[in-house]
């Protein structure tokens, strides 16, 4: 929202032209990705939609089909970054260091981030329904975590597999605070929830020796070593809460083996001609060639087909 009040903020809802959201999408499309410029987008949608329907600022009148005419920039945001199983050791390791520095020594200001690495790359989830979890939405028994506010607006249910239920089953509650991960200590924001752990995240990084890494590229990691264990694409799409099945695809090519063997499969079939059994006992003698292999077919006698 930020972008759109620096570009439309001394301007009135209904003074925000059709013409002038192109000159934004133009401009900010020299910045940013595509599908930056369409959040912004979204966003200016969904306010002229929620005005449109009366649920807010009832005084405001806009131009009915004004939302219809946003459109959106195509997007080609081709990244595919994941960890192999030795980045993801070391990566965990350089959070167990940074948490012993910063137990030893009050200038070292950093999130203890292994927990949550963990519980991202075991389900898929995004940092912002991490950071929000709740232990209301924690299922250990049942071993699900329940996502009320997905991306898309439609909660989903992830599974908790071995893994995950240990690491969550030692994370101590804070009496007060509904949050799994939540700020420690006793200052003003003890209890409270993690904003944002982006300076966490380099720092950890940097101890770890890995580059080219985002946080959401361990969402990445976890469809990408579930394809890549044979785990169905449906599957992966309902685990991650894809809304299209064409997102949860770009793993597709992970599992060039299993494609191979489903082909193979073909092989226990015939191999140019339909064979008879008969007779008893015999060798199997060819009935007729094949319908693609050059050779003229008798007509049947009873007509066509």
């Not at 140019?272 to 050059?294: E, F, M, Q, S, V």
């Amino acid at each position: 929202m930020r972008n759109l009040e620096a570009a439309f903020g001394d301007l009135r809802l209904h003074e925000i032209t059709p013409a002038l959201v192109e000159k934004f999408k133009a401009a900010r499309a020299k910045e940013v990705k595509p599908a930056t410029v369409n959040r912004d987008l979204m966003s200016l949608k969904r306010l002229y939609n929620l005005i449109l329907k009366g649920k807010i600022l009832p005084e405001a009148h806009i131009i009915a089909t004004l939302p219809i005419r946003i459109g959106f920039l195509r997007e080609n945001n081709a990244r595919l970054r994941y960890l192999t199983d030795k980045e993801y050791a070391e990566l965990l390791v350089a959070c167990d260091r940074i948490d012993l520095k910063r137990r030893a020594s009050s200038t070292v200001r950093a999130v203890p981030l292994k927990e949550i690495v963990i519980t991202a790359v075991h389900t898929g989830m995004r940092l912002g329904e991490i950071l929000n979890l709740k232990w209301s939405d924690v299922d250990l028994q049942g071993r699900v975590i329940t996502i009320h506010e997905a991306k898309w607006g439609s909660s989903r249910h992830v599974p908790i597999n071995s893994v995950l239920g240990e690491t969550l089953g030692k994370i101590p509650r804070r009496l007060g605070s509904p949050y799994v991960f939540y700020h420690e200590g006793q200052g003003k924001r003890a209890g409270d929830k993690y904003e944002w752990i982006k300076r966490s995240w380099t720092v950890v990084l940097k101890e770890a020796g890995i580059t080219n890494l985002r946080f959401h590229d361990l969402r990445h990691t976890t469809a990408s070593w579930l394809v890549m264990r044979g785990v169905p694409l449906k599957t992966v799409q309902e685990i991650l809460g894809h809304k299209s099945f064409q997102t949860t695809l770009r793993y597709a090519h992970l599992a060039p083996e299993f494609r191979t063997e489903a082909v193979e499969r073909l092989c226990t079939f015939g191999t140019g001609h339909i064979w008879d059994t008969w007779p008893p006992g015999g060798g199997r003698l060819p009935l007729r060639p094949a319908a693609n292999d050059g050779t003229p077919r008798p007509k049947s006698e009873g007509g066509g087909d």
